[in-house]
Nanobody
Framework: QVQLVESGGGLVQAGGSLRLSCAASGRAFSSIAMGWFRQAPGKEREFVAS????????YYADSMKGRFTISRDNAKNTMYLQMDSLKPEDTAVYYC??????????????????WGKGTLVTVSS
């Protein structure tokens, strides 16, 4: 089992930045791929980004490329999502996810093994 706890959500103006964190416990952190999904009001949950177990490979949804950066610190059992140039359409609950398989596979919701409870990000116009 893996427990995931997100933090760092909040209210920010359009064009601003936020950094989300996800603390993991319960399994060797450096052995699992990690990522983020989000769900906006009235919309399906969608893939945001993922990172391989050692941080060497990263994957992004097209709409997040160039604005969001995923990273991890295996010594701290923590993953991050730096979000810049935020837009009102980025408003969503952001979920930390983990996968015992590959980071590349995490673009598919069905590949996710573990979910956090989510943290709300609100971007005002």
């Amino acid at each position: 089992q893996v427990q995931l706890v997100e933090s760092g959500g909040g209210l920010v103006q359009a064009g601003g930045s936020l950094r989300l964190s996800c603390a993991a416990s319960g399994r060797a952190f450096s052995s699992i791929a990690m990522g983020w999904f989000r769900q906006a009001p009235g919309k399906e949950r969608e893939f945001v980004a993922s990172i391989s177990s050692l941080g060497k490979m990263t994957y992004y949804a097209d709409s997040m490329k160039g604005r969001f950066t995923i990273s991890r610190d295996n010594a701290k059992n923590t993953m991050y999502l730096q979000m810049d140039s935020l837009k009102p359409e980025d408003t969503a609950v952001y979920y930390c996810v983990a996968n015992t398989g590959t980071a590349q596979a995490m673009a598919q919701r069905s590949a996710i093994d573990y979910w956090g409870k989510g943290t709300l990000v609100t971007v005002s116009s």
